[in-house]
């Protein structure tokens, strides 16, 4: 039976190395004892309750869900941001400047790095810190000459990730959807269409965003389609948009007349390369559980209200 001046003894010799950080060894030449006997009372206040022991995991949320998601879509990484509850354009710049750190480790020294266009991969490219040369070439995935100065453009966002890398980066001087699917095809045989597509399909990691199929999409945005084109798009199934590809409910790539038409690579294309996608919002979600259904990601980022509903 412990009596109390046992119990201050052991409370004494855990204080002195749970509080104080003294060793075993120190404690053992304040109390005149052996450094086994040392351990023993410590752990005999453990077996009487004397201690507990709490570890503060940080992000336990995400870590979870992180988990969950990984777990449910088979995919190898996920990164999950607590953002709150915001408006779309808040969420994205806090989403962005949240995961920015993790293009350092994503992408490699002297790497080829694919770039899709879109408004979330465009801000990350304004939220990675300057650094020096590491060798990186940045490839747009799709075409995009622009005449209203949309900076989401593919081309532009691969310029300035190159300036933000001191990298270099290629220029994909084409539209990005053509009504003739023949015209598209007579200037891919182009030398210089030609190289950068190359580049593309073989490209390290992309860098890519999850659209849905409506006229907020930059996806639709990019290719101009007209609002026929677009309920051609829902009626031949297609409820998600990455790469030049559109995606169905259940996570296929549809055969789609209107990607015929656009100058960029599918989904399918890249399968050699690590897709890194970056999405979130409820005007999305369907779109993303689509894409995520099809395992066409190796890595997903996203925040972590989305991340719940993704696997409600």
Excluded at 59 to 82: A, C, H, L, M, W
Excluded at 186 to 195: P, R, Y
Excluded at 251 to 265: D, E, M, R, T
Aim: hydrophobic share 40%; glycine share 6%.
């Amino acid at each position: 039976m412990k009596t109390l001046e046992n119990v201050k003894y052991l409370l004494e010799i855990c204080e002195m190395f749970y509080i104080q950080g003294k060793s075993q060894k120190e404690i053992s030449a304040i109390l005149n004892i052996s450094r086994p006997q040392v351990s023993r009372f410590i752990a005999k206040a453990k077996e009487e309750n004397l201690i507990s022991i709490k570890l503060n995991y940080p992000n336990i949320e995400e870590n979870t869900y992180q988990n969950k998601i990984s777990n449910k879509y088979n995919i190898d990484e996920v990164y999950i941001y607590d953002i709150g509850q915001r408006d779309n354009s808040e969420s994205i710049e806090l989403l962005a400047e949240a995961s920015k750190d993790l293009f350092n480790i994503l992408v490699k020294n002297n790497q080829n790095v694919g770039i899709m266009a879109g408004t979330t991969v465009e801000v990350l490219s304004e939220k990675i810190e300057r650094s020096k040369n590491r060798g990186l070439t940045f490839i747009p995935l799709c075409g995009g000459l622009t005449i209203d100065g949309q900076t989401w453009q593919a081309n532009n966002i691969c310029q300035q990730f190159a300036k933000k890398t001191n990298g270099n980066c290629f220029m994909l001087n084409a539209p990005n959807y053509f009504t003739q699917e023949a015209t598209k095809v007579a200037l891919m045989n182009e030398d210089s269409i030609k190289k950068v597509m190359h580049l593309g399909k073989t490209c390290d990691v992309a860098l890519l965003g999850i659209g849905s199929v409506n006229t907020n999409s930059t996806g639709i945005l990019a290719s101009g389609l007209s609002q026929n084109e677009l309920n051609t798009l829902k009626e031949e199934g297609a409820i998600a948009n990455i790469c030049c590809s559109y995606i169905d409910k259940n996570g296929k790539v549809i055969n789609s007349s209107i990607a015929n038409k656009i100058l960029g690579h599918s989904i399918l294309d890249l399968k050699n390369s690590k897709k890194v996608a970056i999405a979130m919002g409820d005007e999305k979600l369907e779109a993303i559980k689509a894409v995520l259904k099809g395992e066409f990601v190796d890595v997903f980022i996203t925040s972590l209200e989305t991340a719940k509903k993704l696997v409600e």
